[in-house]
Structure formats: C-alpha cells, structure tokens
C-alpha cells in the first residue's frame, strides 16, 4: 500500500537531484577555503598546500548522503502520516489521558541499570578500563544529577557550574596535602565549602533571568579557573596540587601491604591493584545514588516544590507568597554542594588536580548531559552520561576526530529530540484531572 | 600619561573588534532569542580564511597592501557568511519552536565541532603571516615613552566606524532592516504580512557572520598569528560586550565592546595582565547586579 499523502513526501527525481546539488554546492563552499585549500609551515614561511580530492570526496559523499537520507526521511514521514490517520482516534484518547505516571518500561529500565552498575566489578573485576570508564560515567552521572536541580528543578541556567566542582576538588586537595585530612573528614567540608560558594556566587544573581544568569555564572567560572591558575600559593598555579591522599575503606588503605594493615591484610586476602579501582567504583556509585535519593526526595519536599513552580512561573510563585530569594539560593547551594562532593571524589581519585580539569568545556559537557537527558528527569541524566562518555571513547581508534564526533552528536541529538533523550518535565505534583487516577 | 594614552589607543582598537563581533551576537539574539555560542568559532574561521588567501595572494606576488586587504576581506565576508547560514540552517533552524535551552546545546555542540574541524583541517599549531601592515605614527613622547599609532589601529578604526554607519543604514532605513526588526518584535505577525521570517533569520545570521569576518581579518592583519582556539575567548569577551551594552540593542554592543575593550587594556597596564579577565567578568556583574538590562537595553516586562 504505497499511498503518499502530501507532495512534500513524493516529490520527482529531479526536484530532490537538485536539492541534494543545493547540498553538494554548500559543501563545496565550505569545504573550498577549510578542506581544499590549507597553509603549511615550509622554512619559517607559510605555503599553500591544496586538497582537492579530498574535498572533492566529500562533496560527492555530501551528494549520496543527502539524497538517500532526505529519501529515508519522507518515506519514513510518508509512513508516519498514514499510520497517524488510520490511529487518529487511538491517539486522542491517549492524549486525552495526559499527565501519566512515569511509565513501568523506565522504571523497569531504571533497575536494570542499577542492577548491571552494581555487579559491573563483578564481571570486569580484570579489566582497568572497563571500571575506570565506568568510574567517569557515574562522575558525570553525579555532576549531572547535581546540575540537575539548577537546571532542571529551579530552571536557573547555570553555565558556571564546573566552579563548585573544582571548589570541591580544590578543597580536599589543599585540607588534604597540607593539613593532612582524610577523603572522609574532608567530604563534608568540601561540600559544605561548595554550598557556600553556591550561595555567595548565586546572592548577585537574584535579579537577573535567563541568559543574563547564564553569562554571569559563566563569568563566575572563569573568575574561578582564572583565580586557580594565578593565586600560585593557595592551588599551585597551572602545575596543580599533585599527590592528594587516597579515600580509604574506614581507615584501612587501599595500597600494597606495608607496616599499617592494609585492606588486603586486614580481609587476608591476596592484595591487588584492581582493589583500588574497584573501591573507587563503588564509591562514586555510593555517592551517585546517595546524590539520587537526596535528590528525588527533596522534590516531594515543600522547597522541592517550590523549586519547580519557580522553573513554571517565577511570577506567580512570588504572588503565592514563596520566597523567592530562599528558593533559589537552595537550589544553588544544593547543586553547588553535590558539584562539590563529586570534586573531591575527582580529586581522590585522580591523586591530582591542575585548572586544566575545569575548563568551560566541562561546564558544556556537564550542562549537555542535564539537556540532552530531558531536564528533571533523573535517569535521562543516566543515558546521556552513558551516551556523551562512550562516545568518545568508542572513537578512541580514531581519537582525533572524537571531539569532532562530540560536537556533532551534541548537534544531531538535539535537531532530532530537542527536548532530550528522555523529556520529561511535568511537574512532580500534578493536580490529578477528571478521569486520571493516580 | 603616555602609558595611559597609549593603552586607551590599544584598548579602543581592542574595543572595536570586540564591538564587531558583538553585534552578531546581539542581532541573532534580538531575533530568536538565543545565545549562538558559534558565533565566536565563525569569527575564527574567518581568521584562517585570511591566513589563507594571505598566503595565496603571497604566492601571486600581489604586493599592493590596499588591493590585497580588500580581497582577503571580500573573500573572507563572502566564506564565512556561508559558514553562518549552515550553522543556522543545520544546528537552529530545526530547533525552533523548541524549549531554550535545545538551541543553547546544538550550538555548543556546534562550537566544539567547528573547533575541532578547524584543527583537523588546518593543524592545531599557531599560523603566523608575516606583517601586512607595517609603521604607524609616533604621537609624542613622554619621558622617554612613546606613544604609537600603527596603521593597523587606524585601520581597525576606521573600518569599524565605517562598518557600523553602514550597519546602522542597513537596520533603520532599508526594507531589510525593518523586516528584520519586525521579526524581532513579532515573528507570527510578521510571518502573517507576508515576509520570509526564515529567510529574514538567515540573512540576519550572514551579516552576523560578515561582521565578524571582518573582525577576524581585522585581528590577523593586527597580532599577525591565529590558532584554532581563538574563538573562545573572542567569542565570550564579546559576548559579554553585548550583554554589558544591552543584549539586542546594535549600539549597546558597540558601547559594550569598546567598554570591554577599554577595561582590560588599563587593569592589564596598571593592576594586574592575569586578572585582566576576572576584571571584565566582575564589571558585568557589577552592571548587571545594578542594571540588569544592560546599558543600553530596553527593560524587560515581564508579563502574567
């Protein structure tokens, strides 16, 4: 039953020859002054080089992939419409229904997932890079979970976040190298370190919406990274604050056995490296979902609340008699104060710690993972850590072209589900409609 | 005294690039209402633009400086206002009607791509030319300083000046720049009477992109060196200009730039050239904790 509907969806060879051309000829004009023509350095002066069966390549590439995904694409439309007809009726019940509950399919997804992080050791107890790179996604899983309620809670876009985290970092890296704390004593002092920053960088921000917030948190974490690299007595300048002490496993240390017992000696069993990495492992997934369940119960709570009406209509909350200075500076001191505890984690874990960690760049990637999941929702921050680490990572044969993938997929992901992998923004508390039982 | 003059003649040249590259982000924010975090990869593409048709024209042996100026830019205009069509049509012009923050996303993405193209395409290493432009004039000397015009800041200036009294006609007098404030003011409405909204976001995406082409050769032609990270920087400096001047309004972000430009030349002469960015970031604040609109901006009403 090959029925087009519309004309946009069957339209002649010749119109979409010529609409993949229009693409080639783009191409060409992009690619002429960056892939055909390039400098290189010969004796000190610069001379041009040409390439243009590169470029030529990839105009044709340009060319095929244009037609055939523009004709995917209206067949696939095409298809969808037809179905959509045929189910009209379905459909408006469905959305009649509205306000669902959180489907059973995420939540069973939700404990699957929680089941494959908790035996992942188990299974790759030998393989370093396998619980290492698990390791970074829950990191950022952590950081996203904390952003989380910046963004996605309190709707305040916060482009500076990567401050609380090296505010954390730095903090256990400086009580812990010349003070001598330990990673547990230090925890709670870092965070609570961060949640001051969060309330002092968030007290000026109070007037400001939208995208002027987003510039000044932004500037926020500039001054900061700026202050780390050039305040050389305090944070050790570009060179970093090497050696920081390793989290131990209630004050039995993770390192070959020595004169102190040792986790290995303790549990008499035979001592080996993975031990470490497997005890970062956990503790991270620890912290993660400590960060989840503090998270998720602070939004049945009444700031919790607030923090969401406030993201809906600042206006109207302020008219209900909400505080809202108190409501936002939470949000920041909350966000700020979990940024700070996976900061600590990261400097625990690294050993060391230098301004290069905590670029813009990390406040983008963080930020990405809190969109790119559908703000507010807990497990979509899960898929897009999952999604924005792997990515890279699975580029590594090819690693130069890995930050460019990144971009790109950060692009391609958002033009095809802009509001995230997992959208879902419906408040918390919904006044339960005629017909909808809860 | 001479240091303070001097630094004020490198801080407005400083200023009006920044004031350059403002602009487009200001535009593209008056009429769609988003940061185009690109913008400041655009204007590094364009650097590399002029390097390139530097070193061609080189290899013909054109040795007249105006001729081969004119030709970089028009080349690099004519280049880089294609790189921001495709930005807008690829990354934003599927994204509209989405939530905010979508647009936000895709452009970072698009930022840390077109970075990473460019250093893939070009090399990561710094590309030196050597000096277009070279001499200036010695304005006075004051114990034993002198103070120095280089015929690049004139230059600079002056195209700058130039630029923006044509900018202005653009926006206030031609039939483009009243479709293109309509937009701003009401893109449904404007759509209704009939005017390509689409295209209107386009066109205002390529002189965003020219303007800031412009800039790029400027900055060559000036330091002589470009490496594939020089958009960041620019990028955010002068979106802070913008922001400082009054997002969406044209003569806010020329204010805020040449302000930008201003306050780092003097906190690097006289307190300290590492904080010189902290000091930028902690101006905007100040401003913006006393006068959120910005500068020149338009209070917004907030509206139930």
């Given at each position: 039953?090959?029925?087009?509907v519309?004309?946009?969806?069957?339209?002649?060879?010749?119109t979409?020859?010529?609409?993949?051309?229009?693409?080639?000829?783009?191409?060409?004009?992009?690619?002429?002054?960056?892939?055909?023509?390039?400098?290189?350095?010969?004796?000190?002066?610069?001379?041009?080089?040409?390439?243009?069966?590169?470029?030529?390549?990839?105009?044709?590439?340009?060319?095929?992939?244009?037609?055939?995904?523009?004709?995917?694409?209206?067949?696939?439309?095409?298809?969808?419409?037809?179905?959509?007809?045929?189910?009209?009726?379905?459909?408006?019940?469905?959305?009649?229904?509205?306000?669902?509950?959180?489907?059973?399919?995420?939540?069973?997804?939700?404990?699957?997932?929680?089941?494959?992080?908790?035996?992942?050791?188990?299974?790759?107890a030998?393989?370093?890079?396998?619980?290492?790179?698990?390791?970074?996604?829950?990191?950022?899983?952590?950081?996203?979970?904390?952003?989380?309620?910046?963004?996605?809670?309190?709707?305040?876009?916060?482009?500076?976040?990567?401050?609380?985290?090296?505010?954390?970092?730095y903090?256990?890296?400086?009580?812990?190298?010349?003070?001598?704390w330990?990673?547990?004593?230090?925890?709670?002092?870092?965070?609570?370190?961060?949640?001051?920053?969060?309330?002092?960088?968030?007290?000026?921000?109070?007037?400001?919406?939208?995208?002027?917030?987003?510039?000044?948190?932004?500037?926020?974490?500039?001054?900061?990274?700026?202050?780390?690299v050039?305040?050389?007595?305090?944070?050790?300048?570009?060179?970093?604050?090497?050696?920081?002490?390793?989290?131990?496993?209630?004050?039995?240390?993770?390192?070959?056995?020595?004169?102190?017992?040792?986790?290995?000696?303790?549990?008499?069993?035979?001592?080996?490296?993975?031990?470490?990495?497997?005890?970062?492992?956990?503790?991270?997934?620890?912290?993660?979902?400590?960060?989840n369940?503090?998270?998720?119960?602070?939004?049945?709570?009444?700031?919790g609340?607030?923090?969401?009406?406030?993201?809906?209509?600042?206006?109207?909350?302020?008219?209900?008699?909400?505080?809202?200075?108190?409501?936002?500076?939470s949000?920041?001191?909350?966000?700020?104060?979990?940024?700070?505890?996976?900061?600590?984690?990261?400097?625990?874990?690294?050993?060391f710690?230098?301004?290069?960690?905590?670029?813009?760049?990390e406040?983008?990637?963080?930020?990405?993972?809190?969109?790119?999941?559908?703000?507010?929702?807990?497990?979509?921050?899960?898929?897009?850590?999952?999604?924005?680490?792997?990515?890279?990572e699975?580029?590594?044969?090819?690693?130069?072209?890995?930050?460019?993938?990144?971009?790109?997929?950060?692009?391609?992901?958002?033009?095809?589900?802009?509001?995230?992998?997992?959208?879902?923004?419906?408040?918390?508390?919904?006044?339960?409609?005629?017909?909808?039982?809860? | 005294?001479a240091?303070?003059?001097?630094?004020?003649?490198?801080?407005?040249?400083?200023?009006?690039v920044?004031?350059?590259?403002a602009?487009?982000?200001?535009?593209?924010y008056?009429?769609?209402?988003?940061?185009?975090?690109?913008?400041?990869?655009?204007?590094?593409?364009?650097?590399?633009?002029?390097?390139?048709?530097?070193?061609?024209?080189?290899?013909?042996?054109?040795?007249?400086?105006?001729?081969?100026?004119?030709?970089?830019?028009?080349?690099?205009?004519?280049?880089?206002?294609?790189?921001?069509?495709?930005?807008?049509?690829i990354?934003?012009?599927?994204?509209?009607?989405?939530?905010?923050?979508?647009?936000?996303?895709?452009?970072?993405?698009?930022?840390?791509?077109?970075?990473n193209?460019v250093?893939?395409?070009?090399?990561?290493?710094?590309?030196?030319?050597?000096?277009?432009?070279?001499?200036?004039?010695?304005?006075m000397?004051?114990?034993?300083?002198?103070?120095?015009?280089?015929?690049?800041?004139?230059?600079?200036?002056?195209?700058?000046?130039?630029?923006?009294?044509?900018f202005?006609?653009?926006?206030?007098?031609?039939?483009?720049?009243?479709?293109?404030?309509?937009?701003?003011?009401?893109?449904?409405?404007?759509?209704?009477?009939?005017?390509?909204?689409?295209?209107?976001?386009?066109?205002?995406?390529?002189?965003?992109?020219?303007?800031?082409?412009?800039?790029?050769?400027m900055?060559?032609?000036?330091?002589?060196?470009?490496?594939?990270?020089i958009?960041?920087?620019?990028?955010?400096?002068?979106?802070?200009?913008?922001?400082?001047?009054?997002?969406?309004?044209?003569?806010?972000?020329?204010?805020?730039?040449?302000?930008?430009?201003?306050?780092?030349?003097?906190?690097?002469?006289?307190?300290?050239?590492?904080?010189?960015?902290?000091?930028t970031?902690?101006?905007?604040?100040l401003v913006?904790?006393?006068?959120?609109?910005?500068?020149?901006?338009?209070?917004?009403?907030?509206?139930?």
């Amino acid at each position: 039953m090959a029925t087009f509907v519309l004309a946009p969806h069957s339209l002649s060879p010749a119109t979409r020859l010529k609409d993949a051309a229009a693409v080639a000829f783009i191409t060409l004009l992009l690619g002429i002054p960056m892939i055909g023509l390039t400098t290189v350095d010969q004796g000190g002066a610069l001379q041009i080089a040409t390439r243009w069966p590169t470029l030529f390549t990839f105009v044709a590439v340009a060319f095929a992939g244009r037609l055939v995904l523009r004709y995917g694409i209206d067949r696939f439309k095409a298809h969808q419409l037809t179905r959509e007809r045929s189910t009209a009726a379905t459909a408006a019940a469905v959305l009649a229904g509205g306000g669902r509950a959180r489907s059973p399919m995420l939540t069973g997804v939700a404990w699957a997932a929680l089941g494959v992080a908790l035996t992942l050791p188990v299974f790759f107890a030998d393989n370093r890079y396998v619980v290492d790179t698990a390791t970074t996604v829950l990191i950022y899983v952590m950081l996203g979970w904390g952003l989380n309620v910046v963004v996605g809670l309190a709707g305040l876009l916060d482009l500076g976040y990567v401050a609380f985290y090296a505010v954390g970092a730095y903090t256990y890296g400086i009580l812990g190298t010349q003070f001598g704390w330990s990673f547990w004593e230090a925890l709670p002092v870092a965070g609570g370190m961060a949640a001051a920053f969060g309330v002092i960088l968030g007290w000026p921000t109070l007037r400001l919406r939208g995208d002027y917030l987003a510039i000044v948190t932004l500037g926020f974490g500039e001054i900061v990274r700026v202050i780390l690299v050039n305040w050389t007595e305090l944070s050790g300048g570009p060179n970093g604050i090497a050696s920081i002490p390793r989290p131990t496993f209630f004050g039995l240390e993770l390192k070959p056995p020595g004169d102190d017992p040792t986790f290995a000696s303790f549990f008499g069993i035979e001592y080996s490296p993975s031990h470490r990495i497997i005890f970062l492992y956990y503790l991270i997934l620890a912290l993660a979902l400590i960060t989840n369940l503090f998270v998720s119960r602070m939004r049945k709570l009444p700031i919790g609340r607030a923090w969401e009406a406030m993201r809906e209509d600042e206006i109207a909350c302020k008219a209900m008699g909400i505080n809202a200075r108190n409501v936002k500076l939470s949000a920041f001191a909350i966000g700020a104060m979990l940024g700070g505890f996976a900061g600590v984690f990261f400097a625990a874990r690294m050993g060391f710690i230098s301004p290069e960690s905590f670029t813009f760049s990390e406040s983008a990637i963080i930020l990405a993972i809190v969109v790119l999941g559908g703000m507010g929702s807990q497990l979509g921050v899960v898929l897009a850590a999952l999604v924005l680490v792997l990515l890279p990572e699975l580029g590594r044969d090819f690693a130069e072209y890995r930050m460019l993938l990144f971009g790109a997929a950060m692009v391609m992901i958002m033009v095809w589900r802009p509001g995230g992998i997992l959208s879902h923004r419906e408040p918390t508390l919904r006044y339960a409609a005629e017909g909808e039982s809860r | 005294m001479a240091l303070a003059l001097q630094q004020l003649i490198n801080g407005l040249t400083l200023g009006a690039v920044y004031g350059l590259i403002a602009i487009g982000y200001t535009m593209v924010y008056g009429i769609i209402g988003m940061i185009n975090f690109a913008h400041g990869d655009i204007y590094m593409v364009s650097a590399f633009i002029a390097i390139t048709v530097f070193t061609l024209l080189a290899s013909f042996a054109i040795s007249s400086v105006p001729l081969a100026l004119v030709l970089v830019l028009i080349v690099a205009v004519l280049f880089t206002s294609v790189y921001g069509w495709a930005v807008e049509r690829i990354a934003y012009r599927p994204l509209r009607g989405a939530t905010r923050l979508a647009p936000l996303i895709s452009a970072i993405g698009m930022s840390i791509f077109l970075q990473n193209f460019v250093q893939l395409t070009q090399g990561a290493r710094v590309k030196p030319i050597p000096p277009v432009l070279v001499g200036g004039i010695d304005l006075m000397t004051f114990d034993g300083f002198t103070v120095r015009l280089a015929y690049t800041q004139i230059l600079i200036v002056i195209v700058t000046v130039a630029l923006m009294a044509g900018f202005t006609w653009l926006i206030t007098k031609t039939s483009f720049g009243r479709q293109q404030r309509s937009c701003e003011q009401d893109r449904t409405m404007t759509a209704l009477l009939g005017i390509n909204v689409d295209r209107t976001i386009s066109l205002t995406f390529m002189l965003g992109a020219a303007l800031a082409a412009v800039a790029g050769v400027m900055v060559t032609v000036y330091y002589g060196v470009v490496d594939f990270f020089i958009g960041f920087v620019a990028g955010i400096k002068a979106f802070t200009a913008a922001v400082l001047g009054g997002i969406g309004s044209l003569p806010g972000a020329m204010l805020g730039g040449l302000l930008i430009g201003l306050i780092e030349a003097f906190w690097a002469a006289y307190l300290s050239a590492e904080y010189k960015d902290v000091a930028t970031f902690s101006i905007l604040i100040l401003v913006l904790m006393f006068r959120p609109s910005g500068l020149l901006g338009r209070p917004e009403v907030e509206k139930v």
